[in-house]
């Protein structure tokens, strides 16, 4: 066993309050452990966020542990829940909580949900290092405190904690000149990282957030510096008497101040210290976790489990906090998650540990940062493909035809979800990744920060006209006794968001608003759509508001998928239906529903003609809100395609049979189908 004066480590960095991290239990190896270990996690090649304390870590427990080799593959926290999932890594160590996308990602492809151990506590106010979020208001605001539930129903629209809505100072008790002035709320941009966990914490993960947050994205400066959103934030509450912001103290100015937060009415409110972001006594204090793949009922592979172990240990949170600007985990959660960690072990295991290992033994390994992995299709003949399980059926009868014409390629599919292809994409286990929608924002970042560059795609079919999964159009219906026949999009942006990026003069909130006339004039219009965060709620805010997240959430309602995890049902647009039959005044947009009797459908205004929703439209791409399938692979700029890859990909769309019975899809129109072609040579 190595003492801490064995290693060099130094106090010098020691606070008050994380004094207790040289009490903690030394590292005792429970066995002597062989292996490699692959991690996956916070890092980039702009920046090596853990790499010191990484090579730290890896050196001192190599002393312990010689016959344990690492594999550095921490290009950012976006791939490492993907590569965990698929078994491409081992430990996943991000640099922040894990999102929910990439937790439904996991169970997805194992069918449990992954091994969290928390392994720092974010910082208090150092750069890199997950500050605490903290809440500000202008000096001048009398305001002391809050609750969550307070701040849920300021910077949200769903109110999920129950309180009442809050959109003036006087809905906080703020009497005089305060009551009726409107609360204006800063931020983040809500759809970054920041806002991520904003929303994950303190509005219950909705995505509704007030349409009036103004936020803010980093800017660079005429000179080259960068202009950090949270000092924009400040700079703004600074200016506004009446405004209330999300930023950190590392950024406040004199004209602004924290205001003290409590987890629940009646408990204590407190500000955010060093002390209490240790305790997690601050409800916004930010914790870094690190996943493991544990099965239910199965212990930790062995060589992770030790060096989990160690993190935790004396040495490593020493290490953590001369290393890095995070702040150590509390000994009461350490020590839990310590048993947690040995729970299911084999009761003789610390009786089968080796002898101590001498203290100057040789590290086995230095830790650096391997290559990507790349595909590997050219060399082996052999055609992986991942992606959308809806596809499964046509995909399985593709890679039979194409290998009886082509005996020289072997082609392998696994259907099993878009977000699972993406990740076998970037992790190098798939040459092909097939999805039923755009890559999500998250999953391209993963690839860029690996690769550094994005990956390239091309459509391959257009999604279904009316078969449940198959990416159906979209179309916008009202009930059968609406007069209403066609609507634009211009008019549909400003029907559903205040943002009206189609260049709409004027709100449209009212059936009078669209040209209805008698009883249907003063009628406000209700709204119905899929989940705005669903694939198919994304395309509709990318091709309809523009990409905007903004929408009128108080006259929305939205479905999603049922059993969406493991087995989708995909009957979000049949629910929409449903509900739009019961509502005369209701304006849905849907999958298509055919004999719906309750409701119609309209046809879409285009380039001064009306375009109804039919199979044909669709199949021709006339109608303008027709969905395309994609294959996403990995060729960098300027690279020549990958020759069996595009062989494939050539054949595919060659192909003008329709595809099965039921699939509900269509091949691609010919002129289109020539511009994919044109892009794989």
Not at 395 to 407: D, G, I, K, L, R
Request: proline residues 7%; aromatic residues 8%.
């Amino acid at each position: 066993m190595f003492l801490a004066a064995n290693c060099g480590l130094s106090t010098t960095t020691r606070t008050p309050e994380t004094a207790f991290v040289d009490e903690l239990p030394r590292y005792a190896p429970q066995g002597q452990v062989t292996g490699t270990i692959r991690l996956w996690g916070h890092g980039s090649h702009r920046r090596n966020f853990m790499g010191k304390l990484l090579s730290r870590w890896v050196a001192r427990f190599q002393q312990v542990q010689p016959g344990v080799h690492f594999e550095n593959r921490m290009y950012g926290t976006a791939s490492a829940i993907g590569a965990l999932s698929l078994g491409a890594g081992d430990i996943a160590l991000l640099g922040e909580e894990i999102s929910p996308a990439a937790a439904v990602e996991f169970q997805r492809a194992r069918g449990y949900a992954p091994t969290e151990i928390q392994v720092a506590t974010g910082s208090l106010d150092v750069n890199f290092f997950d500050y605490a979020h903290m809440i500000f208001v202008h000096r001048d605001n009398p305001l002391g405190q809050l609750t969550l539930a307070q701040l849920e129903a300021i910077f949200g629209t769903e109110r999920k904690r129950g309180a009442g809505q809050v959109r003036t100072w006087g809905d906080l008790g703020l009497k005089g000149e305060w009551a009726n002035r409107p609360i204006q709320p800063y931020g983040w941009k809500v759809d970054e990282d920041f806002a991520l966990f904003f929303r994950e914490r303190v509005l219950g993960d909705s995505h509704r957030w007030n349409p009036a947050i103004r936020e803010y994205v980093h800017v660079t400066r005429p000179d080259g510096s960068q202009y950090d959103h949270g000092q924009q934030i400040l700079d703004a509450l600074s200016a506004d008497r009446y405004g209330i912001a999300i930023s950190n103290v590392r950024y406040a100015t004199p004209e602004v101040r924290t205001v003290a937060l409590a987890w629940r009415p009646g408990e204590q409110a407190v500000q955010a210290t060093r002390a209490t972001l240790i305790a997690q006594q601050f409800p916004l204090v930010r914790i870094i976790p690190a996943y493991i793949d544990r099965a239910p009922g199965r212990p930790v592979a062995p060589a992770v489990r030790e060096f989990v172990r160690f993190m935790l240990s004396r040495e490593g949170q020493q290490a953590l906090i001369e290393e890095t600007g995070y702040l150590p985990i509390s000994p009461l959660v350490n020590g839990r998650q310590m048993m947690e960690l040995d729970a299911g072990e084999s009761s003789d295991a610390a009786a089968q540990a080796a002898a101590p290992v001498a203290t100057d033994a040789k590290p086995a390994f230095t830790l650096q940062t391997l290559p990507p992995i790349r595909s590997h299709a050219a060399v082996t003949q052999v055609i992986r493909l991942r992606g959308s399980a809806s596809l499964r059926p046509l995909v399985e009868e593709w890679a039979a035809a194409f290998m009886q014409e082509n005996p020289e390629v072997r082609v392998e599919a696994a259907m099993d979800g878009s977000d699972v292809g993406m990740a076998a994409l970037y992790t190098g286990q798939a040459d092909l990744a097939l999805l039923g929608r755009e890559a999500a924002a998250q999953e391209l970042k993963a690839f860029e920060w690996i690769f550094r560059y994005r990956p390239a795609h091309v459509e391959i079919l257009t999604g279904g006209t009316d078969q449940p999964g198959s990416a159906p159009a979209l179309v916008f219906y009202v009930h059968r006794d609406n007069p209403l026949t066609q609507l634009s999009l211009a008019q549909a942006d400003a029907v559903f968001g205040p943002e009206r990026r189609r260049g709409a003069a004027s709100a449209l909130r009212t059936w009078g608003d669209l040209g209805l006339t008698g009883p249907w004039a003063a009628q406000p219009i209700r709204l119905y759509s899929p989940d705005t965060e669903s694939g198919t709620g994304r395309f509709f805010r990318a091709a309809v508001l523009g990409d905007s997240r903004k929408l009128y959430w108080e006259r929305l309602t939205e479905f999603t998928d049922e059993s969406a995890v493991v087995r989708p049902t995909h009957d979000a647009s049949r629910k929409i239906a449903a509900a739009l039959a019961a509502d005369r005044y209701g304006l849905a947009v849907a999958g298509m529903q055919p004999g719906a009797g309750e409701i119609k459908p309209l046809a879409i205004l285009s380039d001064g003609m009306a375009v109804a929703p039919t199979a044909e439209t669709i199949a021709s791409r006339r109608y303008p809100l027709a969905r395309p399938i994609y294959a996403y692979f990995n060729r960098a700029p300027g690279e020549s395609p990958d020759p069996v890859l595009a062989g494939f990909l050539r054949w595919v769309l060659s192909r003008r049979d329709r595809p099965p019975a039921g699939a509900g899809l269509c091949p691609l129109p010919p002129e289109i189908a020539a511009v994919q072609q044109r892009q794989l040579e």
